[in-house]
Nanobody, 124 residues
Framework: QVQLVESGGGLVQAGDPLILSCAAS????????VGWFRQAPGREREFVAG????????TYGDSVKGRATISRDDAEGTVYLHLGSLRVEDTAVYYC?????????????????WGQGTQVTVSS
């Protein structure tokens, strides 16, 4: 099992950028496909972005497409999510998750390992 810890959340202004980090321990990250999800109060958890184990494929949810970039540094055991032009509706708890498969999938049920989440609050 790999352990995941998110960081980088906080209170930000609308329009500002934010970088979230997902640090892995326990197992090498380079055998996992990693996804970012988020959950706003009263809403279901939604897929934000994912990156394949090789880094060769990235996928983005419609709500962040064009504003988000996911990347990985396997030497550091970390996956990053850069969010630009933040909006109030980006306010949520952001989670990273890892799966052993080589493809990015948007279904949260396909991910076996989850972090505890980091809160992002965007003010207008």
């Amino acid at each position: 099992q790999v352990q995941l810890v998110e960081s980088g959340g906080g209170l930000v202004q609308a329009g500002d950028p934010l970088i979230l980090s997902c640090a892995a321990s326990g197992r090498a990250l380079n055998v996992y496909t990693v996804g970012w999800f988020r959950q706003a109060p009263g809403r279901e958890r939604e897929f934000v972005a994912g990156i394949s184990w090789s880094g060769g494929t990235t996928t983005y949810g419609d709500s962040v497409k064009g504003r988000a970039t996911i990347s990985r540094d396997d030497a550091e055991g970390t996956v990053y999510l850069h969010l630009g032009s933040l909006r109030v509706e980006d306010t949520a708890v952001y989670y990273c998750a890892a799966r052993s498969g080589s493809y990015v999938v948007v279904n949260e049920g396909e991910y076996d390992n989850w972090g505890q989440g980091t809160q992002v609050t965007v003010s207008s």
